[in-house]
């Protein structure tokens, strides 16, 4: 089971709405997929509650719990991904996921504050020996000037993924229960989110297979 951990300082970055629609292209691309919302804002769980399609499972865990979770989780081979959405500041629960973080995503907005808190986060994450790379999200989807100034801060502090722009889909998206792949499968939303994943995926290790 790989993990992957949504993670930033910084309250409305994206984390559950990237959380949301990564969890859907990942399960489309055949991980199957368990969603975990460590935020007491529970923002992921509402979402998975306005969901009717079945395949991806849902659970609460006490950030306590998260440890054992995982071991116990890890002996079913039926679940490949983890996808653990976080709160916007950094605690006990924040550090418990990035503990088993194969790989963290930092969505981080396109202006000085969000890359303000970006940076730190990073840093924290990299000082924990966790693999992570930034995510440009909500960028203007018509002006590059200001996503690419971010782009160049946030190499200078670690890796930058594919960007995300800012699409209403991914808003009608979360208030349908659904990803923006499900959304509108066609859309620039959906081939952005499908583009994350596959360079997310390929950046986690591959799993270890125990003797
Ligand atoms: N790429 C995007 N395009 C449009 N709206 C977005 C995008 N990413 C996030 N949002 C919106 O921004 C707000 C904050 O996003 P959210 O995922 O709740 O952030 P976080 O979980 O980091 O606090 C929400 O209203 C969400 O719908
Ligand atoms: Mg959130």
Not at 72 to 86: A, F, G, K
Not at 159 to 188: F, M, Q, W, Y
Request: one cysteine or more; a neutral charge.
């Amino acid at each position: 089971m790989q993990i992957l951990v949504l993670a930033s300082q910084k309250g409305g970055s994206g984390k559950s709405t990237l959380a949301a629609s990564l969890a859907v292209a990942a399960y489309e691309a055949g991980e199957r997929v368990v969603v975990v919302d460590l935020d007491p804002q529970k923002s992921l769980t509402s979402w998975g509650a306005l969901r009717s399609a079945s395949g991806i499972v849902f659970r609460t865990v006490a950030p306590d719990d998260f440890n054992q979770w995982v071991v116990r989780t890890r002996q079913i081979p039926v679940v490949s991904l983890c996808i653990v959405d976080t709160p916007g500041t950094f605690g006990p629960g924040v550090d418990v996921a990035l503990g088993h973080a194969d790989c963290a995503l930092v969505p981080v907005r396109a202006s000085v504050l969000d890359l303000w808190a970006g940076v730190p986060t990073a840093r924290r994450i990299g000082v924990m020996g966790r693999r992570f790379a930034f995510v440009v999200n909500g960028a203007s989807p018509v002006s590059y000037a200001r996503t690419n100034d971010a782009i160049a801060t946030l190499g200078e502090n670690g890796l930058v993924g594919p960007v995300v722009s800012e699409r209403v889909a991914h808003r009608d998206a979360i208030a349908s229960g659904l990803g923006v792949t499900e959304l509108d499968p066609t859309g620039k939303a959906a081939s952005e989110i499908r583009e994350l994943w596959a360079w997310t995926k390929q950046r986690m290790p591959t799993e270890q297979v125990s003797a």
